[in-house]
């Protein structure tokens, strides 16, 4: 009998069947405990570990790679995160693509905008209770905890980054914690990052051969992102309110 | 002299119940209204992630800024010594309690997790404009309170000069504050302008002067309580002052803006193509709120009819909306500039205008601030000495020979 099909005036005595998938998953998890930690060691940053102000997380976006169309970011973002994918203007979307064309010259670009982890984020600046904040590695958060809904950061923020949670949401990723009436957007994947992997936008887009974000540290002057910026002519959106972003386009 | 003898209202006639009963209706469907977006979540409000601020606001800021300038009354009778106005200064302290309690009621209750209160009265990041406020808003209640006692409380009157200077200056700061909620947000072309803080100030002066002339027309026909005509010219006049400076100081504003090339295009939209808001700002905030009833204060038959006042002061309350609903509503409809010179699209509604419609229950929700503030004025006018007696004219004269 199936667990969920079980009627609420059955006893609730374990069946040995069930006793007996329980004690081996518990031994499988025993066995394989001690690599995962030992891998988690290796690779990530461990749980107790601080982030670090050394890294600077930040995005390369290379627009001339970024295919107009191609929606592969904004798919992988909505199932990592468990968005709804929703396009309501009450619809969280914390990266989209724009379409955008050169008035004069008439030459069209296409790109993600997410938000921008800027180092001076009016978001932080204005949020009252501090619920938006930024990492020591430059990762702009919001703590769901604090946050008291009063969307000011989302006012504050240059960049339509932001999103509110206008309804009930379900199915939430463990990792990534939503709740109605508080708002939310992009965290560069922090949960992946601090697991050694990379957001899953960048891995959709390298995925499909487009390899038009590079994700890395802009503190470190031999990742292949401090490399290129040193190389190529870089762009901050809004760059004229100094906020020095973290997330860089080529080709606009 | 005679003394300026303060008296509670009688409070026991059919229409102050009816009357009590009709804003108890609105402050208790607005309470609903509240709850059921609490419950629902904002999706039930016309907001949305490009209008992030709705009606709400609009009442919630027009109430707050109202209430730090309804206290200029008493501050011209305690900081500038005007005694002509004193015996209308308890008023004034009690209308800025009241709206300024009606106005937080709804901001706190829009928010989105209005449970979260404790949160932000302990977590405070001091670099944001709105935590300072928090303790501006408080500090407000605070000050005026022990105001209004040394207004009241005969042995206290000699402590009434500091502490409405004290409660001026506050207030000065309050205002400052709301001013640069909009003011501090550098990546919007409607604000961004150090400009709001000292507009705000002027704009509060005759939101509040307006609103303090309707409620003693109100509170003295309604209790059969002798009003001098000289009482309403005074503040008819200073109205005309207030409703002429912030006129101008909406016209330096934008024509600045007109000047800067970047935000031309911003103001093509707010005062020419951008639908509804070049008709509130034209029709309401400048020909009905502010051209009309200066028309009516300096005309020299319909300034004495005190029906044209009340008219006047009820115009420039609505065109007081209408510029809040103008300045938040309308700056948040015109798209953020990310790239400017490029034309953009994106499922995130770049490069669009933003519509927003109201809802019923946060209509319900910003009505039900503005009850809560008259259910405060009326409860107390009738517990304690706020009005005076008489505001005949064998005071007024009494107290005009005084001030010569």
Known sequence: ??????????????????????????????????????????????????????????????????????????????????????????????????????????KTHSLPMLCQHCEHPPCVDVCPTGASFKRADGIVLVDRHICIGCRYCMMACPYKARSFVHEEVTGQNPDVPRGKGTVESCTLCVHRIDRDRTPACVEACAAAGRNAMIFGDLNDPRSEISKRIATYTTTQVRADLALNTAVRYQGI | MPAIALREIDGHSRGYYALLGALGAVTLAGLAAAYYIEHYGHIVTGMTNQIVWGIPHVFAVFLIVAASGVLNVASIASVFGRKFYKPLAPLSGLLAIAMLAGGLMVLMLDLGRADRLIVAMTYYNFKSIFALNVFLYTGFFAIVAVYLWTLMERRMNGYSGPAGLVAFI?????????????????????????????????????????????????AYRWSGRPLCDAVLARLNRLLIVFVAATLYFVAVHHLTNLYVAKQQDFERFILLAGGVYPVLFWVGQVALGSLAPLAILVHPALNKSRAWIAAAALLVVLGALAQMYVTIIGGQAYPLQLFPGMQVSSSFFDGVVHPYAPSAPEIMLALGGVAVAAIIVLLAVKLLRFLPESLDSRLVDTLEAKAA
């Not at chain 1, 394989?32 to 601080?50: N, Q």
């Not at chain 1, 976006?61 to 929606?71: A, F, Q, R, W």
């Not at chain 2, 990546?187 to 409620?215: C, H, K, N, T, W």
């Open chain 2, 170 to 218: 506050w207030r000065l700061l309050l205002t400052t504050g709301t001013g640069s909620i909009f003011g501090f947000l550098v990546a919007r072309q409607a604000y961004d302008s150090a400009l709001l803080a000292p507009m705000f100030i002027v704009m509060s002066f005759s939101y509040g002067l307006a609103v303090y002339i309707l409620v003693l027309i109100a």
């Open chain 1, 1 to 106: 009998m199936n667990e969920t099909d079980r009627s609420p005036d059955q006893p609730e005595a374990m069946s040995r069947r069930q006793f007996i998938g329980w004690g081996a998953a518990a031994v499988a998890g025993l066995a394989i405990a001690p690599g995962v930690t030992l891998f988690d060691l290796a690779h990530g940053r461990p749980a107790a570990e601080a982030a670090s102000d050394k890294v600077r997380w930040g995005m390369l976006i290379d627009t001339n790679l970024c295919g107009t169309g191609c929606n592969d970011c904004v798919t992988a973002c909505s199932r990592e995160n468990h968005l709804s994918g929703g396009l309501k203007p009450t619809d969280s979307q914390w990266i989209r693509k724009m379409e955008l064309k050169d008035l004069r010259s008439g």
